[in-house]
């Protein structure tokens, strides 16, 4: 087999507020490569690693217009990092102004990169879109470009591909939160945001503790708390990397010049508002949550606050199917 790994955009120029499409290949796809280019405009600190997230307000892979990936910037890297560990390592972390700098986010149609046996099918040119929304204002960053590269499998005839869109949830009141969850697929594990996490001396979540009921019944998950199951993300791939603030204080007032300056953020990585909550821990359908002729598949959240929640079911569509 051969995979081909190519670029659809090249140094483009990205403005705010602007939507942009492009037609993506149509051989099995594996995984869509989102790498930002782009020129800090801050000395002497860190540019947080939200803040380049964040110049992607939405990217989207529509197939017919339906969407089989639909996310935030900063969701995607969640995603790509806790279901396809796939970690960015990012370019030129010495934190002065003028710095020029980038960073990737991956699409993936798989769990399992380059796997021929779950991928995106083979598509007519149209059909498959990248769609990618960017943000009304880049936050302490200037002249951003984008690259594109995509992985094809020319020769995959896969059985299945996965689909990432998000469910959005406000609760009016502290307490009981129930977020149905989508019928029909399997569905292989669950990306969440919630908006407070414990925080220096305060002990509120959004996502206090978290269950999975089906037809009103507890399966997998009867109850958990998120400490715990944030926690437990490590048993899925390595901990969180450089993604994080960590700052040496200078004292010396001789040395104040070179002092990062940066606010000390109470949170130890980029991720530290994200949870993942698997079921198909072996990729192989023995503990896929199962959904197909049920009524009621439930995301029981007992809410610490009314902050906002975003939860990203991981389905496994069998490529015969629907999107």
Known sequence: MEFIHSVLAHDEAVAVSTVISYDLPVNPLSHILLTLKYVQNSANAQLPFANVLAMMSRIEVLYKGSAVFSMSGLDAFASGLLVAGFESWSMNEYGLDDDERALTILVPMTRTLYDPHECFPRTTRGELILQITYAAAFTLIDDVMAQIETVELPTAAPEQFIKQTTLTKTPAAAGQVDIELPIGNEISELVLWGATIPCADVDTA??????????????????????????????????????????????????????????????????????????????????????????????????????????????????????
């Open 206 to 323: 959004t996502l206090d503790k978290l269950e999975i009921l089906i037809d009103n019944i507890n399966h997998f998950y009867s109850e958990s708390n998120i400490e715990t199951v944030h926690c437990m993300a490590g048993r899925m791939r390595y901990a969180p990397g450089y993604h994080g603030s960590h700052v040496h204080r200078l004292t010396a007032a001789a040395f104040a010049q070179w002092d990062d300056t940066s606010a000390v953020i109470p949170a130890d990585h980029v991720l530290s508002n994200h949870l993942h909550l698997p079921f198909d821990i072996f990729r192989d359908g023995r503990y896929a949550l199962q959904t197909l002729g049920k009524s009621d598949v439930v995301l029981r959240i007992d809410a610490g606050d009314t902050g906002a929640i975003r939860v990203i079911p991981v389905e496994i569509v069998k490529s015969a199917g629907s999107v």
